[in-house]
């Protein structure tokens, strides 16, 4: 249980033009929220669209929920990185995440296996590169600096640019045990998706427990302030309902795994079905009502008061409020959060 909740607002991907939240990115700064977040598949990226945003706000802290890892070379994202930081004053959150087989090996065109060690060793170049200590090396596997072989004259180097913070804080969307337990020793702070606050401690407890003091759980969780429970329940069946079936191989689909530890695994399987076979509006139809009420704040907003018991009493630090676009509601949300 934390004392005081922060509120951040996901934005999400960018998806069609025009698709600019900049009203509500303002409004959430003008109100108090702690950070904005922005999102990449296999569409947009995400840093560009939060430049975007920082250029145009002044307090608010900057995140990215997540940056794919496979999209960019660990020094190519840590140049991305230390640029914005600095541009923004100091405000970055990089998030960043492994994606999965589908993704990286289909879209991205590089090896999916490994995903840990990959991420131990991303991370590692990335504060060598931000420390700007020595020409940056290493000797993993996954990233070897310099290449071994090509033309055979790759050199180490040191970030022509002195970055403003020597250490920009790491977030690791993860979503099995042993990625969590990894964010826990490497990373700064972890973005669950799709989690339940009652279930985190049972689930998640012995991954989490190695974590520093002021390690951030910055949870994601779609909310919809409406009398409509029903209407607002099928709406926060969809993207359950996208990720179980169709972010994922039938075969490989850790959105579907986690669904499975939250205790919907039959459930799960046969969203997989429908969505595989086509029948996306019965897919939807299929997710369980109570585990899109349990990952989500939905309903009047009493409801949503007497709901944020449970991440109050959970071991989330940060809300990110996603699926709000107006002031009024985030006001409201601010109001319940913060008192």
Known sequence: ?????????????????????????LAAERLGYDSV??????????????????????????????????ARTPAATAMHALTLDALSGGRLILGLGASGPQVVEGWYGVPFPKP??????????????????????????????PYPGGAGLGKPLRSIVHPLRPRIPVYLGAEGPKNVALSAEIADGWLPLFVDPAQIEPIFGPSLAGRPEEFDIAATVTTIVTDDV?????????????????????????????????????????????FLAGRR???IRAVPDDLADSISLLGPIGRIKERLQLWRDSPVTTLLIAGVRDEPTLRAIRDLVYG
């Open 230 to 274: 029903a209407g607002a329940l099928e709406f926060a069946k969809i993207p359950l309902a996208f990720y179980i079936g169709g972010m994922g191989a039938r075969q490989r689909n850790f959105h579907l795994d986690l669904i499975g530890r939250l205790g919907h695994a039959e459930a799960a399987a046969n969203v997989q079905e429908l």
């Open 1 to 25: 249980m934390v004392a005081e909740l922060k509120l951040g607002v996901n934005v999400g991907y960018w998806q069609r033009n025009p698709d600019d939240q900049t009203d509500t990115v």
């Open 281 to 283: 509006d019965e897919a």
């Open 37 to 70: 977040w922005t999102a990449e598949a296999y569409g947009s990226d995400a840093f560009t669209v939060l430049t975007w945003y920082g250029a145009r706000t002044s307090r608010i802290r900057l995140g990215t929920a997540v940056v794919q890892m496979s």
């Open 116 to 145: 840990l060690a990959r991420t131990r060793e991303y991370v590692d170049i990335a504060r060598k590169v931000w420390r700007r200590e020595e020409p940056v090396t290493s000797d993993g596997p996954h990233y070897p600096l």
